[in-house]
């Protein structure tokens, strides 16, 4: 089966485009009952009945629901009492205090969860975005990150949206006091980071520009805590897309489409509707803002932002957590020798450096070379980007 032949649904002349039908309603409720959520339990509403907000704040409460539950058998444990202490708080200032107290406890529950994945082969971890699917996998991606990390600041009562910047997802968090943090619940315990966005509006679409040192980002558009629901579709959407795609041909090499195709068998999605027209009918404010000239200028840049951390991350392939934090220290102590390095070609720390760095700086600075001679303030940056990121690093360490 081709994928032309995804079953397409399309309102009847006069149907109103921001309403789904009584009988889409009904078909995805089921998808998220037996696919999304992995139940076999049917909610008593009439979901036919409600309106698109309505059922769109159901499945929302759904999700929420089985994220806890999912939370729970992996052992993540909520602070009740400060939960309460956030809840009674009057006081702005000590709320927020609270308040980032115990995002950064939650941060490093779930952050123990990653370091517990099983890295040892090769695998696909595109697809695991919904409660069902990180159940079966014990592992999670960004999407599932964000969705364990929005059910944890629920409980507290803490102000969240979803953030969407260029090929990931993130929570962001604005705490009692009005500051804005950045929360990435996949990347390690140093990514909940203050920030100072200044709002905008893009294709009618709600977006925060910041300009931080160590995040790569600088736009990142937001959708309410309501709408996570459109980040898990949309991924499942693109994993039936997938599989219709690469129906033909179940010998493909990419790990990815294997396991899409696996997965569509098993749940019965090839059989089902196009899931991505459900998220645009459910979710009105996902515009196509990624096909703005502003993200995708935003896209091309942090491409070569994540070019330029691949070579650093094959340099220092194989090293144990260990040697990593002991050559990021080396760093932190040599910082301005190492600046010279890049900058003015001075290789004395070389010479100094043991192994591990020496190898880093070569494949750092040579990875650069093209940049350093045709566009020296990118260049530039990212020296400056990757030295904050290690000084951050070896701070938050030494805490």
């Known amino acids: 089966m081709k994928n032309s032949e995804i079953q397409s649904f399309q309102p009847e002349s006069g149907e109103s485009k921001k309403e789904l039908l009584p009988e889409q309603k009904r078909r995805l409720s089921e998808v998220w009952e037996s696919v999304i959520l992995g139940t076999d339990k049917k909610t008593e509403q009439d979901v036919e009945s409600l309106s698109s907000v309505e059922l769109r704040d159901l499945l929302h409460g759904l999700l929420m629901q089985e994220g806890e539950a999912l939370l729970e058998e992996w052992g993540i444990q909520v602070d009740e009492s400060l939960t309460e202490r956030i809840q009674q708080e009057e006081d702005e200032v000590e709320k927020a205090q609270l308040e980032l107290h115990y995002i950064r406890q939650i941060h490093e529950q779930i952050d123990g969860l990653v370091q517990e994945f099983d890295r040892s082969k090769p695998k696909s971890t595109k697809w695991n975005s919904w409660p069902d699917r990180m159940r079966e996998k014990k592992e999670f991606n960004c999407v599932g990150a964000m969705l364990l990390g929005s059910a944890l600041l629920e409980k507290a009562g803490i102000q969240q949206f979803t953030g969407n910047p260029p090929s990931h997802v993130v929570n962001i968090v604005r705490l009692s006091n009005g500051d804005w943090w ?27 520009d910041i300009n931080h040192p160590t995040i790569d980002y600088r ?22 897309k997938d599989a219709y795609d690469a129906i033909d041909d179940e010998q493909s090499d990419d790990i990815e489409v294997e396991e899409a195709v696996k997965y569509a068998k098993k749940h019965n999605l090839l059989e089902m509707d196009d899931l991505s027209e459900y998220g645009a009918y459910l979710f009105p404010h996902d515009v196509h803002i990624n ?14 932002i994540h070019d330029r951390d691949g070579i650093a991350k094959d340099s220092i392939a194989g090293l144990s957590r260990e040697k990593i934090i002991e050559m990021m220290q080396e760093i932190s102590k040599r910082e301005s020798e190492i600046r010279k390095f890049f900058y003015e070609d001075d290789d004395s720390v070389i010479g100094k ?14 990875g650069l070379v093209d940049l350093k001679e045709s566009q020296r ?18 701070v938050k360490e030494e805490d």
Do not use: W
């Open 377 to 394: 303030e990118e260049y530039e940056e990212a020296i400056e980007r990757m030295l904050k990121k290690v000084i951050l690093f070896v």
């Open 219 to 240: 736009l990142i558009p937001i959708t309410p805590k309501e709408e996570v629901g459109t980040y898990v579709i949309g991924n499942l959407a693109s994993l039936q």
């Open 182 to 208: 950045y929360v990435d619940f996949m990347n390690g315990k140093n990514n909940a980071q203050r920030i100072e966005p200044t709002e905008k509006e893009i294709a009618g679409h709600r977006v925060l």
């Open 353 to 366: 450096a043991t192994p591990e760095l020496k190898k880093f700086l070569n494949t750092y600075r040579d």
């Open 291 to 304: 096909e703005t000239a502003e993200m995708k200028e935003e896209s091309v840049r942090i491409e070569r």
